[in-house]
């Protein structure tokens, strides 16, 4: 799945023989030129405070901050397509991770303009409930009355689903959730689901009767994956099965920039076909499901169509979120080009030089000291 080249130089030192050492210094050379960091997360997305950076949180878009606690940086499933590979790999300085609640409530409690609170990983439902109590139990204070919703990221749902049913704390978990409903909080489990077949096994239904039985919501979101998941009639199904056992369907994501993406991306004209006739085949009640969706620098971009405009072939696009949150919903144009399967592939349609979003992006990179993040 590695570009030819770094396989054939790991290749090679295997052959000769090469040293623990000399092994382990490729595979971290290799690494850096995946880019583990994508979408210049580390530069621009950590959040400060008194002057401090504030490692193991994201605040990107304004409603939401990301958290990623220290125990839940493992993960339930090592999906070589993963987009956070960067946090498995056992070198701290490329991790997001903390373990400082107080830190957390003082962010929360300072910044009255978030409204969402994600906990991600890694899977945080690697961790015991009185660990994830820990950092939760704090939303229920009036000063953090702000936080009306309250997401888990986790792949738990479909290979794990024991943690909701038979694990030895699974039931204290579910009260847990139950607690911060009845606070008044929106609970969502936020299910990676690529497939509907893992979608079938009586333990993951259970997993979502128990969980929706608190007053929580399950949202299900995944990639669009070469090999895996890259036809509409996969993308239909599973959203129907999702709607039939009370899951709403939410993003259908791009493979990001990172990683293994040569062996698992989709052309974005593909992708966008591959939407538009699951979505076709689909009730209403499916099509609660965005995308395809690319969570780039400036923002998340969604591919609304290929259409042509004055005779030139184009992609229609919008931001379903902005650095900026004024760029959100404006539609913008790329020149169409079939080979294109990330953002930064794309150029401006009709001549123009630049996107519209361009000059106030590269003032934020700026900002930060980060303009070396612009390709090319
Ligand atoms: C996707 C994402 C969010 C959440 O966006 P929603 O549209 O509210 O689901 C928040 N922060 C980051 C960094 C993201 O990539
Ligand atoms: S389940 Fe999600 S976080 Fe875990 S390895 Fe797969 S893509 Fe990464």
Not at 120 to 130: A, E, F, I, N
Not at 240 to 256: A, D, N, S, T, W
Request: glycine share 6%; net charge neutral; hydrophobic share 40%.
């Amino acid at each position: 799945m590695v570009p030819p080249s770094a396989f054939e130089q790991m290749a090679t030192l295997l052959n000769q023989q090469g040293s623990h050492a000399d092994i382990e210094q490729l595979a971290k050379q290799i690494r850096k030129g995946l880019n583990p960091h994508p979408s210049g997360q580390m530069e621009l997305n950590i959040p400060e405070m008194e002057n401090h950076k504030l490692a193991g949180m994201q605040h990107k878009y304004r409603q939401t901050l990301l958290f990623f606690p220290s125990q839940g940086q493992v993960c339930h499933s090592y999906c070589t397509f993963c987009f956070r590979w960067a946090q498995f790999v056992g070198d701290k300085s490329l991790r997001f991770s903390s373990s400082e609640v107080e830190t957390l409530h003082n962010y929360l409690c300072l910044h009255k303009e978030l409204t969402d609170l994600l906990i991600t990983g890694g899977d945080p439902m690697v961790m015991k409930t009185h660990h994830l109590a820990h950092y939760l139990e704090c939303l229920t204070k009036p000063e953090l009355e702000h936080i009306q919703t309250l997401r888990i990221g986790t792949k738990a749902l479909t290979y794990w689903p024991q943690r909701f049913v038979t694990d030895a704390d699974a039931d204290e978990l579910l009260r847990l959730f139950e607690k911060l409903v009845r606070a008044g909080k929106h609970v969502a489990i936020m299910a990676h689901c690529n497939h509907w077949r893992e979608l079938e096994p009586y333990m993951t239904q259970r997993a979502i009767q128990r969980i929706r039985n608190t007053g929580a919501e399950i949202r299900a979101q995944g990639p669009l994956l070469a090999n895996i998941n890259n036809n509409h009639e996969v993308w239909a199904k599973m959203w129907q099965q999702q709607v039939k056992l009370g899951i709403i369907p939410y993003y259908m994501f791009v493979e990001r920039d990172t990683g293994a993406q040569r062996y698992f991306e989709v052309p974005l004209a593909k992708a966008w076909q591959i939407y538009k006739q699951a979505i076709q085949e689909v009730s209403g009640l499916a099509r609660t499901a965005r995308g395809p969706s690319m969570s780039a620098g400036p923002g998340k971009v969604e591919i609304q169509g290929v259409t042509e405009i004055n005779g030139e072939k184009v992609f229609v696009l919008r931001f379903i979120q902005g650095r900026n949150e004024e760029w959100v919903q404006r539609p913008f144009f790329a020149k169409y080009n079939p080979d294109a399967t990330w953002f930064t592939d794309l150029q401006p349609a009709f001549a123009e030089e630049k996107f519209f979003f361009e000059d106030e992006y590269l003032q934020m990179l700026a900002a930060k000291n980060a303009l070396n993040l612009i390709p090319n």
